[in-house]
């Protein structure tokens, strides 16, 4: 594809989130995705009965570090997008 200068300015614009109106459509960077990418192995397993205090914890300590990973992505997001 052949690009010319416009283009070529739109086309970045829109990848940065400068363009009026294109904030949404912006490129994210993988720095804002670190934590994502840096999760651990789940700690809790599949149980065949009621599950333990232990299972539960685990269960819970592996929802607690996708929430605050989660969350690490939504506050950098916010921050490009304020």
Avoid: C, K, Y
């Avoid at 904030?23 to 009621?50: F, P």
């Avoid at 607690?64 to 921050?79: F, G, K, N, P, S």
């Amino acid at each position: 594809m052949s690009w010319n200068e416009r283009q070529l300015v739109e086309a970045v614009e829109v990848l940065e989130g400068s363009r009026p109106g294109t904030r949404e459509n912006a490129a994210v960077r993988i720095e804002d995705l670190a934590g994502l990418m840096e999760l651990q192995d789940l700690q809790s397993s599949e149980v065949t009965a009621a599950p333990s205090m232990d299972d539960f914890n685990l269960l819970r300590q592996d929802v607690r570090e996708l929430h605050t990973r989660l969350t690490a992505v939504i506050r950098a997001l916010e921050t490009r997008l304020a």
